[in-house]
């Protein structure tokens, strides 16, 4: 057996070789928890697709995600009785023209006192996925504060962020960025 011989710093120590070896363990699972799938929340599948008589979807159905999944995305139906709201480029904050829509969707949450609502955060397809995350999370939030103020119970409300992973318009025009910066409600079941 031949000998290495001693580089700069001479041979690695036992403490150096066992951090080398944990950073590696954690580096393997980070990449092992990682996964490109998505897997669709409970109650998500394509079969409850629609609104009931009191215009609440079953619980996902009207999810932008849910939505994406059956392939209806951007297909142009109607997506429940709360209307969305958009968002100017790189901002999350709600737009003075939109404070009617969600004087309407606070009214229509309050007299249908029972279903949850959850309400979506998104945005174009610019800038990274980590920052469209956090901007359509940003966005989301701002949205239920908003909407908190105008009398709906907080714990009626919860909050996802999509980032830029579900478009309404993949063409890379600024109309289609318009539509894809907004906030989508979805109204669930309990």
Known sequence: MTAIPRGRGGWPSKRRAALAAAALLAAVGLLAGCSSKKTAPAGAGGSAAGLNEQGVGAAGSSSSLAQFQRGKLGAGGTAGP???????????????????????????????????????????????EEYNIALGAKRAQATKDYLATLGVPADRLSTISYGKELPLCTEQTDDCYAQNRRAHFVVLQK
């Open 82 to 128: 709360l209307t969305d709201i958009h968002f100017d480029f790189d901002d999350y904050a709600v737009r003075p023209q939109d404070s009617a829509i969600l004087r309407r969707n606070a009214q229509w949450v309050t007299s249908h006192g029972g279903p949850p609502v959850q309400i979506e955060g998104h945005c174009d397809q610019r800038g990274s």
